[in-house]
């Protein structure tokens, strides 16, 4: 069984299953992700559910994303992303396929709207299996400028 480990600066600790995603309160559930972000499609949950779930300290200042199998962190600033980040766990009503960036999939939508050069495309993690709160900034492994940031996206998607 897959799961999203949570932990960090939080009251709870976690590990979260897809059936437990799927249990979240209704008001934090994204039935359709296409809603919000042409081009995708899925279920999730909003991080303020995660918020509500695991109680980040008031100290919390950011969200570390970790995807283990690709290696790829962000750290990225939580206030920036609290209104609009989601947590994608899954597809047509099953668990979110490593082939769709599975097992759970980090997602801003409109990320430009975000207004801080912390947030990019980059910060939308596939692969996530843990999410960390931290007071300061974390690891973070994103390209740090456009050659590094191309170079990524041409492994991803080799022409």
Do not use: W
Not at 9 to 33: H, K, N, S
Not at 58 to 82: M, Q
Request: charged share 25%; proline share 5%.
């Amino acid at each position: 069984m897959t799961t999203l480990r949570i932990s960090g600066l939080v009251a709870r600790e976690m590990t979260l299953t897809f059936e437990d995603f799927g249990a979240v309160d209704a008001q934090y559930q994204v039935p359709d992700i296409s809603e919000q972000m042409d081009g995708r499609d899925g279920q999730a949950i909003t991080l303020q559910g995660l918020v509500a779930l695991c109680e980040p300290s008031d100290e919390t200042g950011f969200l570390g994303l970790h995807g283990s199998l690709d290696d790829f962190h962000a750290s990225i600033p939580l206030a920036a992303v609290l209104q609009r980040g989601l947590i994608q766990y899954a597809q047509d009503g099953q668990p979110l396929d490593v082939k769709a960036g599975g097992p759970y999939r980090f997602l801003i939508p409109d990320y430009a709207a975000c207004n801080t050069d912390e947030i990019d495309e980059c910060a939308n993690v596939k692969f996530l299996d843990h999410i960390e709160f931290t007071a300061d900034r974390g690891f973070d492994n994103r390209p740090e400028d456009e050659q590094e940031h191309e170079a990524l996206h041409a492994h991803e998607h080799p022409q």
